[in-house]
């Protein structure tokens, strides 16, 4: 796995903790009186929000530290400091004007809706209400800027001036490869926040580390619970090979943290205790055990959720991708809107099965909603994840209407019908056209040559409007091919269609006559199909050359001035062939635009005006049939005649030689002087045949010179 | 000279093609699109005919033959069969419309509509012509229904009432059609099916609408369409007892449905095809 997967991995994971505070959050008032006390209470959401709560910020801190040593590495301090002003401080400030307001108001607005005569008897106002200064769940913003100050000033100030030599950040390296191979790391991270929590006579058992949302003095338990997770961070990013060893832990670690959650939960209880909050039952024995385990759960949870993401979320994908940098919006912005639906939805008669995961759902609807349409495109994407992703792709596309009103004027050149101008289309990392420029006159047949897959169906899907180019303007009757007043004067046979199989070939002619102005009667778009003897027969049971026939009836039924014909005489026979082409010679000669694209040169040969040979996306010849041939001025010779290929091939003015039993085929710009030397050389030479290159010919020999 | 009366003729030529069609010409359009949307389902006999069939064959043995005597033996007394009448004749309504996503999902796969893109056809002429095809099969199919529960002779509503339901539930085939589109424009012809099943069968079954529930799922029927259809059929029609939560409320979740489901629909066919 290279270095690039495991930043994805990170990425993913911190964006799954960020994620997890809103479904942390959401879950508080089916167990809590903050913001709201629900009718319906829920011991599961309580264990729910206790076990998020146990491993989510000291995983996003570790993540944090871990980003924040890469980034000073790579970009120095300075640049480090600007970033980081830019994305943390600004959020945390603007953050803090625009969400505390609300966020507060909304807990106001669900407390006095649960407690209208005061809060009830046991609970401390204090504890539960906000004090000091709220800095809300922005919090962690501020203790990150706490510990990149702290970091960042032992960084530059001891190890730079102590130092110097390196001898003990190599001890320190030394010191965590070695407590994460040996599956100690957990252990020796977990020591000062047991310590702390031991030792802490307020600490609110059943909620761990109590969140520091009440001040700006920092409060000691969160300080060092999170700075340890940090600072952990910051050293793995040092030897980011060790990553590899979480990665391989990851199901003994998770299997350690569910067991030691387990002993936690059932020590302490699966809700918090509203009287008594901070006493472990069972005495000082077991608030030791319960101190112990739930710090070492941390941990655990922390190594076994990176190691699950580096396992499983390594490979890139546009999905997480796209969740994981809508993440940091969708944090920030969550907490007015969870706590603003809980205290609306709080009486309403719901189970908490169905209210729970909808104000989750609803949540989540507008924030990625806001987050793809207000801060993605917008300088807020910008600000928060250092890059914005513009909603439309910049690009003049077909969409840039030229005025209606002037369709088809191109200046003062001549009238154009349909038109591609340096029209590029990708399908994924395929190129499908290649700065393509096409242009069709009023009453020209335009065949379109070219092998299979050389773009010539995608371009008649940009002129219809049915694809988007990548680039390139594409234009139809002089606008956007999307406009459906565009198409009204277009009729289109395409490729591939099946029809509906149990209305009559009638009946398709009819539906797709009605949506032109003035089109044909039914009787006479059957009759130059020449499909009147199975008009009425089910298209369902046609053959597969009579389903053509119907498809090219209802294609001319609307009296076109335009028409697509994508291959359209496959599978038909000689006789349903002819018809086709002297509908498709009446139609050019009343004035219509014709595309036609084919596999059969003759058609292109008996039918065009105008032909243009694609390959791989490009256009490599256009001309008339006749400037086609000329283009590749070759004849073929062929002969029964004993001479090697090898000695005709070195002959002056020879492109190929090739022996087909006691024939020779040579191509050769110069027949005369190959004849007279061939005559010369075997006297027994016979059956000589000269032949101009046809179509084919020029066709073959193109599309091989452009792969 | 000559050639620039040429150009100017083809020129005006072209305005004249980009011209709207006429309101009249555009109406006919939207309703051949519906006709022949409505003809083909009709002759294709495994859409029409289980749609057709299946609600009145159902009602006539769970409704009427099996559980003739539910009024005695449930406690709920004769309104019971009008309960009963009114869950049947929703699911009525409930099939035609999730399972035209597997016409859609035919037709996309069948590049039918990737052909009606490139044509002028009217913006929405096959949504709307399908949402009228669903309809009108559900009327169908509901029709028979009334006609059985009338003949069987078990329900006590009015006529009124029975008209009601009738027309409300017309009107509900639109959010089911709604979700058929959905799976439609979503998965794929082969697919299809599965999906619509997924979706149906369990919405049949804990919608409540005619199987008692066990307790921990009777929460959970707020979540199906199905039953505030159910309830919004029989709180317009006035049957009091068993009318569980306001009919606007369950109107407007019908509404958010169609809404939701018919907006990702209708975006993902303009875009994707």
């Given at each position: 796995m290279n270095s690039s997967h495991r930043l994805h991995a990170l990425d993913a994971a911190r964006g799954f903790a960020l994620l997890l505070g809103i479904v942390l959050h959401a879950t508080m008032s089916f167990f809590t009186i903050i913001p709201a006390q629900d009718v319906s209470q829920s011991t599961t959401l309580a264990v729910t929000f206790y076990v998020i709560h146990l491993f989510r910020m000291s995983l996003f801190f570790l993540i944090a530290g871990f980003f924040a040593h890469l980034a000073f590495h790579r970009r120095g301090l300075r640049a480090f400091i600007k970033d980081r002003a830019q994305r943390i401080v600004v959020p945390m400030t603007a953050g803090w004007l625009l969400l505390a307001p609300p966020t507060i108001a909304a807990v106001i607005w669900g407390m006095s809706k649960s407690f209208p005569d005061g809060l009830p008897q046991g609970i401390d106002a204090a504890t539960s209400a906000p004090q000091g200064f709220p800095l809300v769940h922005l919090w962690f913003l501020y203790y990150l800027c706490l510990f990149y100050a702290l970091t960042l000033a032992w960084r530059v100030g001891v190890v730079a001036l102590f130092d110097r030599s390196g001898k003990l950040c190599a001890h320190v390296d030394t010191l965590v490869t070695f407590a994460l191979t040996h599956r100690l790391a957990p252990v020796l991270l977990a020591a000062p926040t047991f310590l702390i929590l031991q030792s802490d006579a307020a600490w609110p058992v059943w909620f761990g580390i109590h969140t520091p949302d009440t001040g700006f003095l920092p409060q000691l338990p969160a300080l060092v619970a999170f700075g340890t997770a940090f600072v952990f961070g910051w050293l793995l990013n040092r030897q980011a090979a060790l990553l590899g060893v979480l990665e391989r832990q990851w199901s003994f670690h998770l299997a350690m943290a569910i067991g030691l959650t387990a002993v936690c939960l059932v020590i302490v209880g699966p809700t918090p205790s509203a009287t008594t909050p901070t006493i472990v039952p069972g005495g000082e024995v077991m608030r030791f055990l319960y101190a112990g385990s739930y710090a070492l759960a941390t941990w655990h949870w922390v190594f076994g959720l990176i190691g699950a993401a580096l396992r499983f979320c390594a490979k890139e994908s546009a999905v997480r991708r796209y969740v994981a940098d809508g993440s940091y919006w969708m944090y920030l912005a969550h907490m007015p809107i969870v706590f603003g639906l809980q205290a609306a939805m709080m009486q309403v008669p719901l189970h908490w099965t169905l209210k729970f995961p909808l104000i989750v759902l609803i949540t989540l609807v507008i924030l990625l909603s806001s987050y793809h349409y207000l801060v993605r495109p917008s300088f807020i994407g910008e600000l928060l994840n250092g890059r914005k992703y513009p909603r439309h792709r910049q690009t003049t596309t077909g969409t840039v209407l030229a005025d209606a009103t002037n369709p088809a004027r191109n200046d003062s050149g001549p009238i154009v019908v349909a038109q591609l101008s340096d029209v590029s289309k990708r399908y994924g990392t395929s190129t499908a056209l290649d700065h393509v420029s096409l242009a069709v006159q009023p009453g020209e047949l335009l065949a379109v040559l070219g092998p299979n897959g050389a773009g010539k169906t995608t371009a008649i899907g940009l002129w219809l409007g049915t694809h988007e180019p990548d680039q390139g303007i594409v234009r139809l009757m002089g606008a956007s091919p999307r406009d459906v007043h565009s198409r009204l004067g277009v009729g289109v046979m395409l490729q591939e269609v099946h029809l509906a199989?149990?209305?009559?070939a009638r009946e398709h002619i009819e539906l797709t006559a009605s949506y032109y102005r003035d089109p044909l009667s039914i009787d006479d778009a059957i009759a130059l199909a020449g499909i009147a003897p199975i008009a009425h027969q089910r298209y369902g049971r046609l053959s597969g050359g009579q389903k053509r026939q119907v498809q090219f009836a209802a294609a001319i039924c609307g009296r076109p001035q335009l028409l697509f014909l994508d291959e359209p005489t496959v599978g038909l026979d000689i006789a349903a062939r002819e018809t086709m082409w002297r509908t498709i010679r009446r139609l050019r000669d009343q004035g219509c635009a014709i595309v036609l694209t084919t596999h059969y040169l003759e058609e292109a040969e008996t039918l065009s005006d105008r032909v243009v040979v694609m390959a791989k996306g490009r256009v490599i010849a256009q001309g008339s049939v006749t400037e086609m041939r000329a283009l590749v001025a070759r004849k073929r010779v062929s002969c029964a005649s004993v001479i090697a290929v090898d000695d005709i091939k070195s002959w002056t003015g020879v492109v190929d030689a090739i022996r087909e039993n006691d024939r020779v085929h040579v191509t050769t710009v110069d027949a005369e002087t190959l004849v007279r030397r061939l005559l010369a050389t075997d006297q027994?030479?016979?059956h000589l045949e000269v032949k101009q290159a046809s179509l084919a010919d020029a066709f073959t020999e193109l599309t091989r010179e452009a792969a | 000279m000559n050639s620039n009366i040429a150009t100017t003729s083809a020129y005006i030529d072209l305005i004249r093609t980009r011209t709207p069609l006429p309101l009249g010409r555009l109406l006919r359009a939207y309703r051949m699109e519906a006709k022949f949307e409505m003809l083909s389902a009709l002759r294709t006999a495994s859409f029409a005919l289980p749609f057709i069939i299946v609600p009145i064959a159902i009602y006539l043995l769970f409704?009427?033959?099996?559980?003739?005597?539910v009024d005695q033996t449930s406690g709920l007394g004769a309104g019971v069969h009008n309960y009963l009448f009114s869950g049947f004749s929703a699911m009525a309504v409930m099939m035609p419309g999730i399972f035209i996503g597997v016409i859609l999902a035919t037709e996309r796969d069948s590049g039918l509509l990737n052909l009606k893109r490139s044509l002028p056809q009217p913006p929405g002429a096959t949504i709307i012509a399908k949402v009228l095809m669903s309809m009108g099969v559900s009327a169908i199919a509901l029709t028979l229904v009334v006609v059985a529960a009338l003949i069987a002779g078990k329900i006590t509503l009015s006529s009124t009432q029975v008209a009601t339901i009738w027309l409300v539930l017309v009107i509900g085939a639109i959010p089911f059609t709604a979700i058929g589109l959905l799976i439609g424009s979503l998965v794929s012809a082969s697919a299809a099916p599965a999906y619509g099943n997924l979706i149906f069968l369990p919405m049949l079954w804990l919608s409540g609408l005619f199987i008692p529930l066990p307790a921990f799922l009777k929460h959970w029927v707020v979540i199906w369409p199905a039953f505030h259809l159910n309830q919004l059929a029989l709180g317009l029609a006035g049957v009091e007892q068993f009318t569980f939560i306001p009919p606007a409320l369950a109107g407007a979740v019908l509404v958010g449905v169609t809404v939701i489901c018919g907006g990702i629909a209708i975006r993902r066919l303009a875009r994707v095809g």
């Open positions: 199989p149990e209305l009559s027994g030479l016979s | 409704g009427v033959v099996i559980n003739g005597d």
